[in-house]
């Protein structure tokens, strides 16, 4: 799988969009990227998934540019309630053959 | 709620005890995933089962061991415990096939606290 790096912590006020963007240099081909986002105490969510260009659901974006090589988790009007940690994971187009690692994440505080 | 049921919910045992996490997968998931996390420490991967066979191995101590059962359940066994191991254990299920498959759905996890 490939390593991914992201920002340890970032702070955003409520209402704010909010972007997370993580590292993932040596992604291979068939790599796609994925974030969950987890609560204290409470086990993982998905959140989106995308491959290239723009994934979007209803609950966020994720950009992804040409090379690949980076990703943004955009996060619309953030509340109170998506003080969380958000996790990249970059992996084949078969989780079931492969470790699902999650790295360190990126804790996220919403301020009121 | 994820589908994935994970029991007990808490555990409070001595150190050199053992202890047995069962986790039941979504229905029609052949693959299952633990993962132990200590406090305020990321996910640590320890195995994973694709239909009753080990498919992946991370971190795992020696003193744990798991297995995947015919109807898919799983345990996760941990033994001699050490105050160290207290944590909070994740299991995750996912559909596993050979195709598209990379969202995994995660139980409410079991806190172990070992004294």
Redesign the interface.
């Known amino acids: 799988l490939a390593k991914t790096t992201q920002p340890i912590s970032m702070d955003s006020y409520e209402g704010q969009e909010v972007n997370i963007t993580c590292s993932h240099n040596n992604i291979a081909t068939n790599d796609y990227i994925t974030w969950y986002q987890q609560f204290p105490s409470q086990g993982p969510r998905f959140i989106i998934q995308g491959y290239k260009t723009k994934v979007t659901n209803e609950v966020a974006s994720l950009f992804i540019p040409a090379d690949r090589k980076s990703s943004t988790l955009s996060l619309p009007r953030v509340s109170l309630s998506d003080t969380a940690v958000y996790y990249c994971l970059v992996g084949g187009a078969n989780f079931g053959n492969e470790k699902l690692t999650f790295g360190t994440g990126t804790r996220l505080t919403i301020i009121p | 709620d ?1 589908g ?1 049921t994970q029991t007990p919910k808490h555990l409070i045992t001595a150190t050199g005890q053992r202890v047995t996490l069962r986790c039941s997968p979504r229905s029609g998931d ?2 299952v ?1 633990w ?1 132990q996390q200590s406090l305020d420490q ?2 640590q ?1 320890l195995i ?1 089962y ?1 239909n009753g066979e080990e ?2 191995k ?1 971190n795992i101590l020696e003193r744990f061991s798991a297995q995947q059962f015919p109807d898919l359940h799983s345990e996760l066994n941990l033994s001699s415990l050490e105050l160290g191991d207290s944590a ?1 254990y ?1 299991c ?1 299920s ?16 079991t ?1 172990l606290t070992v004294v």
């Open positions: 994820s994935v052949l693959s995933y993962y990321g996910l991967f994973q694709y498919r992946a991370g909070l994740f995750a996912s559909v596993g096939e050979d195709r598209w498959d990379t969202e995994a759905f995660f139980g409410q996890g806190r």
